[in-house]
């Protein structure tokens, strides 16, 4: 049974039952605050302000706020440049196999060059190309409106909602041991 859960990768959790709710309920809370946000400046159709991209974001500033990847540069640059990479594949690349391929692989290069690597930026960037009229009718003002909007709500949210609690200081550069 060992030698099956080394192969798997799963590794002995050491995280206690306290930190484990305090990371969910910080997810819950920033994903509904964003939502409600939508709803009371929007209207009923929140999709028109969440990036679906964005629970994978709040899944990293929950559960591992002080790693690198989770940090305020790789999650607003991160997702900035994919977005403006997707939708600018999305506009250049009439193929939408290939415009989404392009999308994924040119932003996960740009992350690299911008030493800002944030893993749910790739969906960003294929999100641009994937998501249908409403995201393509948008153009470049997707970018920031809802992708930058929602990164950088997400970002303040972790930073009040961790300032709560002296272990989980966010960013990283807040942390005290």
């Known amino acids: 049974m060992k030698g099956i859960k080394a192969w798997l990768g799963i590794e002995r959790d050491e995280t206690g039952w306290r930190e484990k709710i305090v990371a969910s309920?910080?997810?819950f809370l920033a994903i509904a605050g964003m939502i409600g946000l939508g709803r009371h400046f929007l209207?009923?159709?929140p999709e028109s302000f969440i990036v679906l991209s964005m629970g994978a974001?709040?899944?990293?500033?929950?559960?591992?706020p002080l790693g690198k990847l989770s940090q305020p540069w790789p999650v607003l640059a991160g997702h900035v440049l994919s977005a403006l990479v997707g939708v600018?594949?999305?506009k250049l690349i009439p193929d939408t196999t290939l415009a989404a391929a392009c999308a994924v692989g040119f932003a996960v290069l740009g992350m690299q060059l911008l030493n800002c690597l944030h893993p749910p930026a790739g969906s960003t960037a294929l999100i641009a190309v994937m998501a249908g009229p409403k995201v393509s009718a948008l153009g470049y003002s997707f970018v920031l409106w809802p992708v930058g909007v929602n990164a950088l709500g997400?970002?303040?949210f972790a930073v009040a909602f961790n300032f709560w609690f002296p272990w989980r200081r966010y960013p990283a550069r807040f942390h005290r041991r």
Do not use: N, R
């Open 57 to 64: 974001t709040a899944f990293l500033l929950f559960v591992v």
């Open 25 to 27: 309920l910080g997810a």
């Open 154 to 156: 997400l970002v303040l």
């Open 43 to 45: 209207g009923p159709s």
């Open 88 to 90: 600018t594949c999305h």
